[in-house]
Nanobody, 125 residues
Framework: QVQLVESGGGLVQAGGSLRLSCTAPGRIFSGRGMGWFRQAPGKEREFVAA????????VYSDSVQGRFTISRDNAKNTVYLQMNSLRPEDTAVYYC??????????????????WGQGTQVTVSS
């Protein structure tokens, strides 16, 4: 069983910032795009951001564009999600995901092979 280790969630006031981290085993991290998704109570899981293996391609949902930044450190097998200007509607469980061994990025959950356990982000108003 593949284990992705997520960290960085917590409680923050609106307008604040958090940085999420996700570390995966090197054998599955290498050569794959990475993504972040989130799921709020009573809602379906939704795409947040994704990054290609090289880091040269990134894509964001419209709701976080300009506020969140996805990045990766391939030497550390880690992907990050820097979240700024947080809003109460950003409150959700955030999941990282490891994509398939094909080039590019995707907004589709079906493109991802492995998932983290999730980390809670709560933004108070």
């Amino acid at each position: 069983q593949v284990q992705l280790v997520e960290s960085g969630g917590g409680l923050v006031q609106a307008g604040g910032s958090l940085r999420l981290s996700c570390t995966a085993p090197g054998r599955i991290f290498s050569g794959r795009g990475m993504g972040w998704f989130r799921q709020a109570p009573g809602k379906e899981r939704e795409f947040v951001a994704a990054i290609s293996w090289s880091g040269g391609a990134t894509v964001y949902s419209d709701s976080v564009q300009g506020r969140f930044t996805i990045s990766r450190d391939n030497a550390k097998n880690t992907v990050y999600l820097q979240m700024n200007s947080l809003r109460p509607e950003d409150t959700a469980v955030y999941y990282c995901a490891v994509g398939k061994v094909i080039p590019g990025v995707s907004r589709q959950a079906s493109w991802y092979d492995y998932w983290g356990q999730g980390t809670q982000v709560t933004v108070s108003s």
